[in-house]
């Protein structure tokens, strides 16, 4: 694919403005519900910033994906205090096995001296993908030997019979160099596979090393190709923002990167600054990506036509 390749179709969705969504659809990614209709999940944020699960459902259609209905609730609500995901639960992938419908979620928790950490945490739904609830209030996968600053947004994959998950990692903190308070953080991502989808086992392999100025590789997206694997994710050099990239890999564990942005900013509007966090989404009417634009994703989820 090529930044070329695509055509903007514009914003799918904006935030709903109630006391949970005052703003962001953020982290889209879709469920198909069949007869060409899908349901895009993404995490809203309420007016302390705190993330939650929402949806809306669109119909593909020859002029884009039209909006049908959308959730009116959260459909995964912050954690109980004191919980890894007490200050945000931000939805991250969705995974049917054995009859089960199950989230993985990125859970936020606020810290001290560096500003937050996450973990990655299961939720299962019962009717559908309305609504989530927790397989458990701890982490899935948290902290560890090989992830001591924190995990988080996952993308799991069932192939041939095993779980695999690519995920974000923190390498390190640093202190800004211009002076600001707010250290920097360092994360990319790395992989795990679990025999049952509840215990991961890590390791210290990196999937995307930093390139020079890097400090910030993000959100990514696996699918399964013909030649073996190709990864959507985001990426950042300092005081730059993100932009969404691609890469391949015959493995899933070693992967070559493009250098250039699969989609960059446009001239003006909500996605003229960042463009990140993208998903694709396969229908008849085409191949969608849906992606957030500026302060990642507070206007809401867009999305780009793939040109046959």
Known sequence: MTRSRFKRTGLVCRPGGS???????QNPFAQS?????????????????????????????AGGLVPTARSDGPSLDLGRPGTFDDCGAMPGCLVNHDGRLLLY???WSLTRPVPFTFAIGLAESRDGGRQFERVSEAPVLGRNHHDP???????????DGAFRMWYVSGLRWEVDPEGKDAPIHYYTVKHATSSDGLTWK???????????????????VVQRTEAGY????????LGETYRVYQ??????????????????TSASGWDSEMVCYASLLHTAEGSFLLYNGNGYGKDGVGAALLES
Request: glycine content about 8%; hydrophobic content about 40%.
């Open 33 to 61: 519900l069949g007869n060409e209709r899908y349901r895009i999940h993404f995490a809203s944020r309420d007016e302390s910033n705190r993330s939650r699960g929402g949806w809306v459902d669109v119909a593909a259609t």
């Open 105 to 107: 979620h990125t859970g």
């Open 149 to 159: 600053l924190l995990a988080g947004a996952p993308w799991v994959l069932v192939d």
């Open 19 to 25: 006391a949970w969504e005052r703003s962001h659809c």
């Open 202 to 220: 890590t390791d210290e392999h990196i999937c995307l090393p930093f390139l020079e100025g890097e400090h910030a590789i993000a959100r990514p």
């Open 230 to 237: 190709e990864m959507l994710y985001c990426a950042r050099r």
């Open 247 to 264: 890469a391949t890999s015959a493995d899933g564990i070693h992967w070559q990167r493009d250098r250039a942005p699969l989609l960059d």
